[in-house]
């Protein structure tokens, strides 16, 4: 489809917004990248799907999700997810298809976790905004997903977070065996 042809990007942005919306993303968010279709209409678009209303309220942060330093080893899982799927750099604009590819292949990894409400588990991202957060996160430069030289995985870096910059699995894996030595002496 041509960007030059209004109807066309107008058709385009409806298909995204239902796309979107039917992973209940906030429409805040979806207002982002559908530029022809006003806040109102994604509302309606919303509860015409869901049969509620969008939710309101604080939007997430980053910093925010990880809850254990198993979370990491998740948002680490998705994040290299969609930047498999990705089409140009993760730190480009958002490729919406890999987004929404790296969203249902890690469903499907996890089919019983996803959680529309909280209280939330370890396993994050735990609903379709956690997932954009992580992606606008490494758009954004917040957050990278560099190589562990160790044990060869890609782990996840959030800057500012209160967790320390470093692979999580080689971390989740040193705890044994500190434990270990512990209890010897």
């Not at 899982?77 to 604009?93: P, V």
């Not at 996890?110 to 609903?127: E, K, L």
């Not at 490494?138 to 997903?145: I, N, P, V």
């Not at 782990?155 to 010897?184: A, D, F, T, W």
């Amino acid at each position: 489809m041509s960007n030059h042809c209004p109807f066309a990007t107008r058709l385009k942005d409806q298909y995204w917004a239902y796309q979107l919306l039917k992973r209940r993303l906030r429409t805040k968010f979806a207002g982002r990248v559908i530029k022809t279709l006003r806040q109102k209409d994604l509302c309606n678009l919303y509860f015409s799907l869901h049969g509620e209303s969008p939710v309101a309220g604080l939007v997430p942060s980053i910093l925010a999700m990880p809850q254990s330093r198993e979370s990491f080893l998740y948002m680490a899982l998705f994040a290299s997810i969609y930047r498999s799927a990705c089409s140009s750099a993760i730190s480009a604009e958002m490729d919406l298809n890999a987004l929404v590819f790296a969203w249902d292949t890690f469903c499907a990894f996890y089919p019983s976790h996803i959680q529309q409400r909280r209280p939330f588990g370890r396993i994050r991202p735990a609903n379709f905004d956690e997932a954009w957060i992580i992606v606008e996160a490494l758009r954004d430069g917040l957050a990278e997903l560099p190589y562990c030289k160790t044990c060869h995985t890609p782990y996840l870096v959030i800057h500012g977070c209160k967790y320390q910059q470093v692979c999580q699995m080689c971390m989740l894996n040193q705890i044994p065996k500190s434990r270990e030595r512990s209890m010897s002496n």
